[in-house]
Nanobody, 129 residues
Framework: QVHLVESGGGLVEAGGSLRLSCTASGGTGGSYAMGWFRQTPGKEREFVAAVSWSGSSTTYADSVKDRFTISRDSSKNTVHLQMNNLKAEDTAVYYC??????????????????????WGQGTQVTVSL
């Protein structure tokens, strides 16, 4: 069982920046990609970004490309999401996510929630105009 804990959400003005972090613990070993999803009331949870186990490969939703950067610490246990030039439409609860080890690649996380085995508790990001 992989346990994910997010931190770093909050309130920011449009055009500002926030950095989210997610730390993974537990599990029985094995490599796994990690990613971020977000959800607003009444909408499905959507893919935002993902990073490979090694940290060398990343992928982004078109809506956040060139504004958000996902990275992974050398320890492999912590993933960050640097969010720049935030817009009102980025307002959402952001969830850290991971598939079952060895079951899916970082790119597979683009397929959506059905690929995800483990979720964090979520952290609210609010962007004001």
């Amino acid at each position: 069982q992989v346990h994910l804990v997010e931190s770093g959400g909050g309130l920011v003005e449009a055009g500002g920046s926030l950095r989210l972090s997610c730390t993974a613990s537990g599990g029985t070993g094995g490599s796994y990609a990690m990613g971020w999803f977000r959800q607003t009331p009444g909408k499905e949870r959507e893919f935002v970004a993902a990073v490979s186990w090694s940290g060398s490969s990343t992928t982004y939703a078109d809506s956040v490309k060139d504004r958000f950067t996902i990275s992974r610490d050398s320890s492999k246990n912590t993933v960050h999401l640097q969010m720049n030039n935030l817009k009102a439409e980025d307002t959402a609860v952001y969830y850290c996510a991971a598939p079952e080890p060895y079951s899916a690649s970082y790119y597979d996380l683009r397929l959506g929630t059905r690929v995800v085995k483990y979720w964090g508790q979520g952290t609210q990001v609010t962007v004001s105009l």
